[in-house]
Nanobody
Framework: QVQLVESGGGLVQPGGSLNVSCAAS????????MAWYRQAPGKERELVAE???????NLADAVMGRFTISRDNAKNTVTLQMSSLKYGDTAVYYC?????????????WGKGTLVSVFS
């Protein structure tokens, strides 16, 4: 089993910046791609950014140029660096990890951390 714990959520004004981090523990050898998803009230959960264990990244169009995802394999952490935040970025942000190899069918989720953009 893999456990994912997010941290860093909070309140921020439009145009501001905020970082959220995720720490993985447990059977971390199972993890390949790690990602951040978000879910706003009344909306479906959507992919924000993802990163492979080699550091290749993909970002959603809505956050391109504003968010950056990074990964530290030694520390087993993944960080989402958010800037130029908008009201539309308000959501619960969830850390996600996909299994590797034999475990590729497995999915792991954190409990989420709330990011609220307000003025």
């Amino acid at each position: 089993q893999v456990q994912l714990v997010e941290s860093g959520g909070g309140l921020v004004q439009p145009g501001g910046s905020l970082n959220v981090s995720c720490a993985a523990s447990g059977e971390i050898f199972r993890i390949d791609v790690m990602a951040w998803y978000r879910q706003a009230p009344g909306k479906e959960r959507e992919l924000v950014a993802e990163i492979t264990r080699r550091g290749r990244t993909n970002l959603a169009d809505a956050v391109m140029g504003r968010f950056t995802i990074s990964r530290d394999n030694a520390k087993n952490t993944v960080t989402l660096q958010m800037s130029s935040l908008k009201y539309g970025d308000t959501a619960v942000y969830y850390c996600h990890a996909a299994g590797y190899g034999y475990y590729r069918g497995l999915r792991y989720w954190g409990k989420g951390t709330l990011v609220s953009v307000f003025s």
